[in-house]
């Protein structure tokens, strides 16, 4: 059977192994990570504690470079022993032969498809696929591109079957279940997890990892050829000094990047060494919000992954004809990107539309009349068929002013604006103009969502041209994870999102359509907008939207990068002469010493008119005149703007094969996805039953002897007998007590556990004082104890809230029996005098207590869990469960129930029993249920929550 697991990574060397603990307990794979590692006896302490913390079928694992290997024999000692996972990074065709052990699955984890290449397949047990936003070194593609690479050059193991893959960044519920989609086995956790209470960072250290969106981790020596990822935060000197390191090395054209910046780069105090961390630690905070715990974490992710399978398999979001296709009036919810210098022909977009997609016309810096002429000639061939444009929310006021003019007079249906604004968009919507907008960040998004805008693209960095920060799988989770908490219920009809960025096949789509199920489940509409893929396509040459030379060099790009002119200002290129041109210029200006500002300008000017020679092999001469160039010029002189799309691409298609593949292939897809590939059984053995991941925050109690559960503990070490004689404050056992077991109408026990005097506050529990007659003391006994525990838990008031629905799904269960208390029985005497008394004294009836509207609900046993549900304002189920002694047993049993159900995120639950009346103990008595001997059994259970 195929299962889907999740890995978490975290170091070796840090203050203990909690937050592998926790994943290996709730399922899990817990991986010690031992790269960066700089105390060797603090990392074999970490591993010894890791072993004696979880179950001997929990499964662990240690991460390790190929280098280390041989170092770290010691560690790799202490798990011959038990299953275990070792994970390596960086091999580069050595033998590993002789790692290969029973009890252990060897786990290669690489950064680039290359690599992949140079594994013996016979002696691995699986692929780790490290991305580019991960922490530490990394390659050159995301996650999710790196995954359909993987997917595509299938690699057998010794059973000849496809060896499992793994993937690690940018990882959340929404991107688990794109990875189900596409087959991955597996997932991996990392930075998501380190403002988890098992964190082992300091808090102080947590401090710095607050309100972050995953953009502060960057990654510095890009241009050395091997990039690094670490956290940048204000007064980090670390990350400066890496930085200076890296051009540095640049300026001097050095090989030694990576042997000296390691040194830099570790977990010490804030800004002694740059932190590896990745742009998952974006989700960290939300997580923690959400989860509470590690353990949960793990299991929302594989069991919530699975369900948004099933929802996509169901809705077809991207299918043919819907819901966001029926609102663009297309066949498929496909909508082409408008790609400068590119998409700027009609008879293009004539093509996309014939197809059943959306197409945008790319208007750049185009001045007035060549966008009425664009617009008009499209108004024409299209017709009645949508169609839209693409335009440039930075360009001068005088070139946005003159192509507003003309799409007002011309009013397409559609438009997206890129770097616009809320108020750029409402302007064109108030013209029947239906209008995206660009949001690179989910601050931008909750912004723009407040202000009214409700069309949406989210653009990862994958893309080509201009990129921005986040990769796709980081900034699509955080984008939807965004919208489900912040649309709110009646608005989700009006939410339009295209997703963008690494788009361009079936399994790339099915990966989104799986990912973005729940929005299409809140009823928000989905498509894909793709722009590189394009490039492929037979009509994009015979349209003239490029030259022939343009796309003959996509079909044979194996590498993008990133030209970069400035902080916040880089444009994915194929690698062509042009991009090492461009780099070769500033690596030269550096040298010479000019200012950041000198080099930004001559690199914006050298990019000038490079992309039209590129895409339609025309440039401006000496004389200012449009001119052709021919194909090795276009080749020399060209900047070739692509996605990484380009790098997994390589044949010519339709624009209808491509938009037929992305829709009803990748519905296809998704709908093969197996039902075993939800299953995720871990194997046990008879010994242990699979724990529950349920968490005890908080504990109260009120015993014999013992009025909080320090005090109680206490008790049990140093052996203190609770038992006493009934109090006479309770009632005279005197007049009832015999020693003789069978004497009529006599108990033959005058011993228990009674419980102290407890403070107890009426008024702060909104009960008038008058009323304390009325009610049963186990019921005000109970709000106390109840008070307590969710003091001990820190949910004292004001700080309940926690989530909106925090006190909305919190339940009360308590094990509660044996009839009424005191009170109640001296009601039920009141009641029934008459019947065996005809003349009661005055003197009698003072002695009782009076009849009130609260005496009722003041001493029945079912109104305790409801009682303190209304006065902490509780809006889950109450109620009480009598199983005799098994009471509180029973309650805590019923909890777990009400929490993995998911019908409740809290529950306060535990035994109540104050049930020390005469009655009782002639119960006992006379059923011979207590035992015989100075200290008899008896009942010492008191209010528990």
């Known amino acids: 059977m195929n299962t889907f697991d999740c890995f978490s990574i975290g170091p070796i060397s840090m203050i203990h192994p909690g937050i592998a603990v926790a994943t290996s307990r709730a399922g899990g794979v817990g991986i010690l990570d031992g790269e960066l590692c700089r105390n060797q006896d603090q990392a074999i302490g970490n591993i010894e504690r890791l072993l004696e913390l979880v ?227 974006g989700l960290a905070a939300g997580y923690r919000d959400r989860y509470k715990t590690t353990g949960r974490c793990v299991q929302e992710l594989l069991n919530g992954s699975r369900e948004q399978i099933k929802i996509a398999q169901k809705l077809q979001p991207l299918g043919e004809n819907a819901p966001l296709a029926v609102e663009h009036g297309t066949k498929y919810p496909i909508v082409q990107g408008p790609m400068t210098r590119v998409s700027d022909k009609a008879e293009f977009a004539d093509a996309v539309s014939q197809a059943g997609g959306l197409p945008l016309l790319a208007l750049a810096l185009m001045r007035g009349p060549q966008v009425r002429s664009l617009l008009t000639e499209a108004q024409q061939k299209l017709g009645d068929r949508p169609w839209g444009v693409g335009i440039l929310g930075f360009v001068p006021q005088a070139v946005r002013s003159e192509q507003l003019q003309i799409v007002e007079e011309i009013r397409p249906p559609f438009a997206l604006i890129a770097g616009g604004r809320p108020d750029q968009a409402a302007q064109l919507e108030s013209l029947g103009i239906a209008t995206y907008i660009h949001v690179p960040v989910p601050k931008l998004l909750e912004m723009f969502l407040e202000q009214g805008a409700r069309k949406f693209v989210f653009e990862g960095r994958e893309c080509g041209g201009h990129v921005g920060p986040l990769s796709s799988f980081m900034l699509w989770e955080s984008m939807i994870s965004t919208l489900l908490a912040a649309v709110p219920e009646g608005v989700e009809s009006e939410i339009n999102v295209l997703f963008a960025g690494g788009i361009h096949d079936a399994r790339s789509a099915a990966m989104v359509s799986a990912m973005a199920a729940s929005l299409a489940e809140r009823g928000m509409k989905i498509g894909v907008l793709m722009g590189s893929a394009y490039l492929f396509t037979e009509e994009a040459v015979s349209s003239g939207a490029i030259v022939k030379g343009f796309q003959a060099q996509a079909l044979t790009c194996t590498r993008t990068m990133n030209l970069e002119t400035g902080p916040g200002h880089a444009s994915r290129c194929a690698v062509t002469p042009f991009a090492r041109e461009f780099y070769q210029t500033r690596g030269q200006m550096m040298a010479a010493g000019r200012s950041k500002d000198e080099i ?206 925090a006190r909305e799904k919190t339940s009360v269960i308590f094990g509660a029996g044996g009839g009424m208390g005191d009170l109640g029985q001296q009601y039920t005497t009141r009641a029934t005098m008459p019947l065996f008394v005809e003349k009661t004294s005055s003197e009698v009836w003072e002695r009782l207590p009076e009849w009130t509207e609260e005496s009722f609900p003041g001493m029945l046993l079912n109104a305790i869990a409801g009682r303190v549900a209304n006065k902490f304002d509780l809006g889950g189920s109450n109620y009480i469960v009598d199983a005799a002694c098994a009471g509180s047993l029973a309650a805590i049993d019923l909890a777990v129930q009400e929490l993995e159900s998911g019908r409740s995120n809290m529950v306060i639950a535990g035994g109540v029993d104050g049930m020390q009346t005469p009655s009782s103990y002639f119960c006992f008595s006379k059923t011979k249920a207590l035992s015989p001997g100075v200290w008899p059994a008896a009942s010492i259970k008191g209010p528990m929550a």
């Open 600 to 805: 930004m300008r001559v690199l914006e000017d050298l990019t000038l008119g490079r992309l039209r020679i590129a895409s339609k092999g025309l440039t401006r001469d000496a004389a200012g005149e449009i001119v052709t160039v021919d194909e090795n010029q276009q080749i020399a002189e060209g900047m070739y703007m692509i996605g990484q799309v380009a790098t997994m691409r390589d044949r010519v298609l339709t624009v209808q094969h491509l938009h037929e593949e992305v829709s009803q292939g990748s519905t296809d897809l998704l709908s093969k996805v197996r039902s075993e590939d939800f299953s995720r059984q871990k194997v046990r053995s008879k010994d242990f039953s699979p724990s529950s991941d349920i968490a005890i925050i908080g504990i109260s109690t009120l015993l014999p002897k013992a009025q909080d559960p320090e005090r109680f503990w206490q008790n049990i070490i140093e052996k203190v007998n609770a038992i006493t004689e009934i109090p006479a404050n309770r009632w005279d056992w005197r007049i009832y007590y015999d020693p003789d077991r069978n004497a009529r109408d006599k108990i033959d026990s005058k011993w228990g556990g009674f419980i102290d005097d407890v403070p107890f506050d009426p008024i702060s529990f909104g009960i008038p004082p008058k009323s304390i007659k009325s009610i049963e003391p186990l019921q005000l006994l109970t709000l106390e104890a109840v008070r307590r525990a969710l003091v001990d838990a820190g949910l004292e008031e004001g700080k309940f809230d926690f989530t909106p629905t």
């Open 55 to 281: 179950k001997p079928d929990d499964v662990v694992g240690l991460r390790l470079r190929s280098e280390q290997i041989a170092a770290n024999y010691r560690i790799l000692e202490r798990l011959r022993d038990r299953h275990h996972y070792l994970i390596i990074g960086g091999v580069k065709g050595e033998e590993i032969g002789s790692l290969v052990a029973p009890e252990r699955k060897i786990i290669i984890e690489i950064t680039e498809i290359d690599e992949v290449l140079s594994i013996r397949e016979d002696i691995i047990d699986g692929i780790i696929a490290k991305g580019h936003e991960c922490g530490g070194w990394v390659g050159e593609d995301s996650a999710y591109i790196l995954l359909q690479k993987l997917k595509s050059v299938t690699r057998r193991g010794p059973g000849n079957e496809a060896l499992p893959i793994y993937v690690r960044g940018g990882i959340g519920l929404h991107t688990a279940a794109a990875c189900r989609a596409a087959g991955a086995s597996g997932i991996v956790l990392d930075d998501q997890l380190w403002l988890m209470p098992e964190s082992p960072l300091p808090k102080t250290w947590q401090k710095h990892l607050a309100n972050l969106n995953g953009q502060e981790a960057i990654t510095i020596g890009e241009r050395l050829n091997a990039s690094c990822r670490v956290l940048s935060r204000p007064g980090f000197e670390a990350i400066e000094t890496l930085q200076e390191l890296a051009e540095q090395l640049e300026r001097e054209n050095a090989q030694s990047w990576r042997e000296k910046a390691e040194a830099l780069v570790g977990w010490d105090s804030p800004g002694m060494l740059a932190w590896p961390l990745g742009q998952a630690i």
